[in-house]
C-alpha cells in the first residue's frame, strides 16, 4: 500500500504521456496505455526552442553543480580539519545562508543583474544556482570529510606523500559517494528552479526547461498529455542519475545532511 | 557523518564501516551521531597551527555567499524601504519611503492571516512529514529484504521528481474533469466527489498541497530515519524487552534519545524547506482561491512580481526572513551547541 503511495503519481505521469488523448477524456481513467502512442511526446517537444531549453537547464545546472562542489570541498576541509578562530561563525553563516529565500530575494536578483546588462544571459542563473546550492553543499560535504579518519591522511604523509597529494590519492577517492550525494541534490535543485528563471530570461530562447514544463497549462489550455509527457522528459535526467547513484547516493545523502 | 549502516535503503552491506576510524571502535553503541564519535576522542590538536590555510581554503566560499547571498539580501533590504513599482522599475527611479512599507504591511489584516496560516501550514507538514517519515523509517527497519527494496525503490521514484514536475502531476491526478481521484472517490460511492473541484476552496487546495509536499518529502526523512536505527545494536532492544518495555515506550525511551541529533537536524531542515516551499503552493493553486491558500512566501512573490509593487514585496521577503529566524533562533542554539561537542 506504502509503496502504491509513493509510486502511483510517478506512474500516473508516465501512464498519461502515453495514453491517446481520446481516452484521457473517457469516463473510466485508462489505467494503462492499451494503444500507447507518442503524440504527446511529439507535441511536447515540437516547440520552438526545444533545444535550447536543454542546453540552457544543463549549462546552468551542470556549471552549478560542478562549481559549488569544488567550492564547498575546499570550504568543508577547512571547516572538518582544522581549527580556526572564526569557524562556529562560519557554520552560523552557512545555517543562516541556507535559510536564505531565494523566492523572494528575487527582486534583487533581478535588479542587480538588470543593472549589469545580464539579463537574458546563462551566467548570472548559473551563479545564483550555485549559491542556492552552496551552503547545502558545505553542510553535507564536511560532515563526509569529517567521517575519514585522519591517521589514513597522517600515514600518507609519513610515506612521503605531501598535503596536497595525499588529499588527492587519499581522501578525494573516499569522498566519492560524499561528492555523488551532494551533486545529486544540487542537481535537483537546480535543475526545477522555477521562480528566479521567470525574471532572469525574457525571451524564450533563454528560458529552461522548467519554463517549458508549466507553459502547457497556459498554452493550450490544460493539454495534460502533452504536460505529463513534458513532465516525464523533465524528470528523465533526475530519475536516471538517482538510478546510476543510487546505492551510495541516497544513503549518503542522508548521512551527511543530518548527523551532527 | 556517514557513520555505519548510513548505506540505507537499496542495498545493506554496511562497506562504510571502513570509513570508521580506528579510535573509535570501543564506543560502538554510541556513534550514533557524529559528534559523539568525535567527542570522546577529543582530538583538538590535530591541524591546529593551520595559521592562514584554513581561512584561504574558506575565501571563495565566502566570497560566493557575500556576493551571491548577502549582497542581494541587503538590496533587498533597501529596496523594501523605497516605493518601487512598474514605473520606478522601468525608470530607474529610486524614492525613499521609510518605513512606510512596513507600516502597512504590519497594520494590515491580510499578512496576519497570511502570517498565521505559514505557520499552520509549515506545522502540519513538518508534523506529518516527520511522523509519516519516522513511521516509515521504523517499518524499512523491520521489513525483509526484498520489501525494503521495493518499499525504497518507490520512495526513491517519489524523491527524484523535480517539484515543477509533480506539481503537474498533482494538478493531473485532482483535476476535477478527468483527474483520477475524483473518480476513485465516485468509484467507492461518494458520488458527490465525482466531479469535485479541490481548488474551490482553500481547505481542499492546501489538501492537495500538503499531500504532494509529504509525498516529496517523506522518503528524505524515511531514509534518515532507518540509517540511524540501523547504527542502534540489537541488544539495546534486548535489553529493553527484558525491562517489559513495549514498543512505544523502547520508541520513546531508547530509540529517540539515541538519535536526538538526527530528528534535530532533520527538523531544522523540513522547516526550513516547508516554510519556504513557493513552488508548490504557487504551481498548484496559484493562491486561489483569492488569496486564501497565499504562505508569506506565495505572498511576498505575488505582490512584488504580480503586482509590481516592488518595494512591498520586499518588505514582506524582509519580514519573513526575521519572522522565520525568531523562530529558529532556539534551533541555532542547539546545533551550535552540537558544534561545541565536536
Same mark, same amino acid.
Given at each position: 500500500?506504502?509503496?502504491?503511495?509513493?509510486?502511483?503519481?510517478?506512474?500516473?505521469?508516465?501512464?498519461?504521456?502515453?495514453?491517446?488523448?481520446?481516452?484521457?477524456?473517457?469516463?473510466?481513467?485508462?489505467?494503462?496505455?492499451?494503444?500507447?502512442?507518442?503524440?504527446? #511526446?511529439?507535441?511536447?517537444?515540437?516547440?520552438?526552442?526545444?533545444?535550447?531549453?536543454?542546453?540552457?537547464?544543463?549549462?546552468?545546472?551542470?556549471?552549478?553543480?560542478?562549481?559549488? /562542489?569544488?567550492?564547498?570541498? $575546499?570550504?568543508?576541509?577547512?571547516?572538518?580539519? $582544522?581549527? #580556526?578562530?572564526?569557524?562556529?561563525?562560519?557554520?552560523?553563516?552557512?545555517?543562516?545562508? *541556507?535559510?536564505?529565500?531565494?523566492?523572494?530575494?528575487?527582486?534583487?536578483?533581478?535588479?542587480?543583474?538588470?543593472?549589469?546588462?545580464?539579463? !537574458?544571459?546563462?551566467?548570472?542563473?548559473?551563479?545564483?544556482?550555485?549559491?542556492?546550492?552552496?551552503?547545502?553543499?558545505?553542510?553535507?560535504?564536511? !560532515?563526509?570529510?569529517?567521517?575519514?579518519?585522519?591517521?589514513?591522511?597522517?600515514?600518507?604523509?609519513?610515506?612521503?606523500? !605531501?598535503?596536497?597529494?595525499?588529499?588527492?590519492?587519499?581522501?578525494?577517492?573516499?569522498?566519492?559517494?560524499?561528492?555523488?550525494?551532494?551533486?545529486? #541534490?544540487?542537481?535537483?535543485?537546480?535543475?526545477?528552479?522555477?521562480?528566479?528563471?521567470?525574471? /532572469?530570461?525574457?525571451?524564450?530562447?533563454?528560458?529552461?526547461?522548467?519554463?517549458?514544463?508549466?507553459?502547457? *497549462?497556459?498554452? #493550450?489550455?490544460?493539454?495534460?498529455?502533452?504536460?505529463?509527457?513534458?513532465?516525464?522528459?523533465?524528470?528523465?535526467?533526475?530519475?536516471?542519475?538517482?538510478?546510476?547513484? *543510487?546505492?551510495?547516493?541516497?544513503?549518503?545523502?542522508?548521512?551527511?545532511?543530518?548527523?551532527? | 557523518?556517514? %557513520?555505519?549502516?548510513?548505506?540505507?535503503?537499496?542495498?545493506?552491506?554496511?562497506?562504510?564501516?571502513?570509513?570508521?576510524?580506528?579510535?573509535?571502535?570501543?564506543?560502538?553503541?554510541?556513534?550514533?551521531?557524529?559528534?559523539?564519535?568525535?567527542?570522546?576522542?577529543?582530538?583538538?590538536?590535530?591541524?591546529?597551527?593551520?595559521?592562514?590555510?584554513?581561512?584561504?581554503?574558506?575565501?571563495?566560499?565566502?566570497?560566493?555567499?557575500?556576493?551571491?547571498?548577502?549582497?542581494?539580501?541587503?538590496?533587498?533590504?533597501?529596496?523594501?524601504?523605497?516605493?518601487?513599482?512598474?514605473?520606478?522599475?522601468?525608470? @530607474?527611479?529610486?524614492?525613499?519611503?521609510?518605513?512606510?512599507?512596513?507600516? %502597512?504591511?504590519?497594520?494590515?489584516?491580510?499578512?496576519?492571516?497570511?502570517?498565521? &496560516?505559514?505557520?499552520?501550514?509549515?506545522?502540519?507538514?513538518?508534523?506529518?512529514?516527520?511522523?509519516?517519515?519516522?513511521?516509515?523509517?521504523?517499518?524499512?527497519?523491520?521489513?525483509? +529484504?526484498?520489501? &525494503?527494496?521495493?518499499?525504497?525503490?518507490?520512495?526513491?521514484?517519489?524523491?527524484?521528481?523535480?517539484?515543477?514536475? =509533480?506539481?503537474?502531476?498533482?494538478?493531473?491526478?485532482?483535476?476535477?474533469?478527468?483527474?483520477?481521484?475524483?473518480?476513485?472517490?465516485?468509484?467507492?460511492?461518494? @458520488?458527490?466527489?465525482? @466531479?469535485?473541484?479541490?481548488?474551490?476552496?482553500?481547505?481542499?487546495?492546501?489538501?492537495?498541497?500538503?499531500?504532494?509536499?509529504?509525498?516529496?518529502?517523506?522518503?528524505?526523512?524515511?531514509?534518515?530515519?532507518?540509517?540511524?536505527?540501523?547504527?542502534?545494536?540489537?541488544?539495546?532492544?534486548? =535489553?529493553? &524487552?527484558?525491562?517489559?518495555?513495549?514498543?512505544?515506550?523502547?520508541?520513546?525511551?531508547?530509540?529517540?534519545?539515541?538519535? &536526538?541529533?538526527?530528528?534535530? +537536524?532533520?527538523?531544522?531542515?523540513?522547516?526550513?524547506?516547508?516554510? +519556504?516551499?513557493?513552488?508548490?503552493?504557487?504551481?498548484?493553486?496559484?493562491?486561489?482561491?483569492?488569496?486564501?491558500?497565499?504562505?508569506?512566501?506565495?505572498?511576498?512573490?505575488?505582490?512584488?512580481?504580480?503586482?509590481?509593487?516592488?518595494?512591498?514585496?520586499?518588505?514582506?521577503?524582509?519580514?519573513?526572513?526575521?519572522?522565520?529566524?525568531?523562530?529558529?533562533?532556539?534551533?541555532?542554539?542547539?546545533?551550535?551547541?552540537?558544534?561545541?561537542?565536536?
Amino acid at each position: 500500500m506504502l509503496a502504491v503511495f509513493f509510486i502511483f503519481p510517478v506512474y500516473w505521469m508516465i501512464a498519461t504521456a502515453f495514453t491517446p488523448a481520446g481516452d484521457l477524456f473517457s469516463k473510466t481513467p485508462a489505467f494503462f496505455p492499451l494503444h500507447p502512442t507518442l503524440a504527446h #511526446f511529439k507535441a511536447a517537444t515540437h516547440v520552438l526552442d526545444f533545444s535550447d531549453f536543454w542546453i540552457n537547464s544543463l549549462t546552468a545546472t551542470v556549471g552549478a553543480v560542478l562549481l559549488s /562542489l569544488v567550492i564547498a570541498l $575546499m570550504a568543508s576541509v577547512a571547516v572538518a580539519r $582544522m581549527r #580556526f578562530r572564526g569557524r562556529k561563525t562560519f557554520i552560523l553563516m552557512i545555517m543562516i545562508a *541556507q535559510m536564505a529565500p531565494w523566492a523572494v530575494l528575487q527582486i534583487a536578483v533581478y535588479m542587480i543583474v538588470r543593472n549589469d546588462n545580464m539579463l !537574458n544571459e546563462i551566467l548570472p542563473l548559473l551563479l545564483f544556482y550555485m549559491a542556492m546550492i552552496l551552503p547545502f553543499t558545505i553542510w553535507t560535504l564536511r !560532515n563526509f570529510v569529517g567521517a575519514i579518519p585522519k591517521e589514513l591522511e597522517e600515514s600518507a604523509l609519513i610515506d612521503g606523500c !605531501n598535503r596536497v597529494q595525499a588529499f588527492w590519492r587519499i581522501i578525494f577517492p573516499l569522498l566519492a559517494p560524499g561528492l555523488m550525494a551532494t551533486s545529486l #541534490f544540487g542537481f535537483i535543485t537546480a535543475w526545477g528552479e522555477y521562480p528566479l528563471v521567470v525574471v /532572469l530570461m525574457n525571451e524564450t530562447q533563454h528560458e529552461t526547461l522548467a519554463l517549458w514544463l508549466t507553459s502547457f *497549462q497556459t498554452q #493550450f489550455g490544460n493539454d495534460w498529455g502533452a504536460t505529463m509527457a513534458a513532465a516525464t522528459l523533465f524528470a528523465l535526467p533526475v530519475l536516471v542519475l538517482f538510478i546510476i547513484m *543510487q546505492r551510495r547516493a541516497v544513503g549518503g545523502l542522508t548521512a551527511g545532511a543530518v548527523k551532527g | 557523518m556517514p %557513520s555505519n549502516g548510513a548505506q540505507t535503503g537499496l542495498r545493506d552491506d554496511g562497506d562504510t564501516a571502513v570509513l570508521r576510524s580506528p579510535g573509535s571502535g570501543d564506543q560502538a553503541g554510541a556513534k550514533v551521531g557524529g559528534g559523539r564519535l568525535r567527542r570522546a576522542g577529543s582530538r583538538r590538536t590535530g591541524n591546529s597551527n593551520a595559521g592562514i590555510t584554513p581561512y584561504l581554503l574558506l575565501l571563495p566560499a565566502l566570497v560566493v555567499i557575500i556576493v551571491f547571498i548577502v549582497y542581494p539580501s541587503i538590496d533587498e533590504i533597501l529596496i523594501s524601504f523605497q516605493r518601487l513599482n512598474a514605473f520606478e522599475l522601468i525608470g @530607474h527611479v529610486t524614492r525613499w519611503v521609510g518605513f512606510a512599507n512596513y507600516q %502597512s504591511i504590519l497594520s494590515s489584516q491580510t499578512f496576519w492571516d497570511v502570517f498565521g &496560516r505559514t505557520v499552520v501550514f509549515t506545522a502540519a507538514n513538518v508534523v506529518l512529514i516527520m511522523g509519516g517519515g519516522t513511521l516509515i523509517g521504523l517499518l524499512l527497519n523491520k521489513l525483509g +529484504g526484498k520489501m &525494503r527494496f521495493v518499499l525504497s525503490l518507490t520512495m526513491v521514484f517519489a524523491w527524484a521528481v523535480p517539484v515543477a514536475a =509533480a506539481t503537474t502531476v498533482y494538478q493531473w491526478l485532482f483535476d476535477e474533469q478527468t483527474g483520477v481521484v475524483d473518480w476513485l472517490f465516485a468509484k467507492a460511492g461518494f @458520488h458527490g466527489m465525482a @466531479h469535485y473541484d479541490w481548488m474551490s476552496n482553500e481547505y481542499t487546495a492546501f489538501a492537495v498541497v500538503v499531500l504532494c509536499i509529504v509525498w516529496q518529502s517523506i522518503p528524505f526523512v524515511a531514509f534518515n530515519v532507518y540509517a540511524g536505527l540501523t547504527t542502534i545494536s540489537g541488544e539495546l532492544y534486548e =535489553a529493553a &524487552r527484558l525491562d517489559g518495555a513495549g514498543p512505544f515506550r523502547i520508541f520513546r525511551s531508547v530509540i529517540f534519545p539515541m538519535l &536526538r541529533p538526527l530528528f534535530f +537536524g532533520t527538523i531544522f531542515l523540513e522547516i526550513i524547506w516547508v516554510f +519556504g516551499a513557493l513552488n508548490q503552493v504557487l504551481l498548484i493553486t496559484g493562491g486561489n482561491p483569492v488569496g486564501k491558500t497565499d504562505t508569506l512566501p506565495v505572498y511576498a512573490y505575488l505582490t512584488g512580481v504580480g503586482q509590481q509593487s516592488y518595494g512591498m514585496g520586499a518588505a514582506i521577503a524582509v519580514v519573513t526572513i526575521v519572522m522565520l529566524c525568531v523562530l529558529m533562533s532556539f534551533y541555532f542554539r542547539i546545533i551550535l551547541k552540537q558544534e561545541d561537542e565536536l
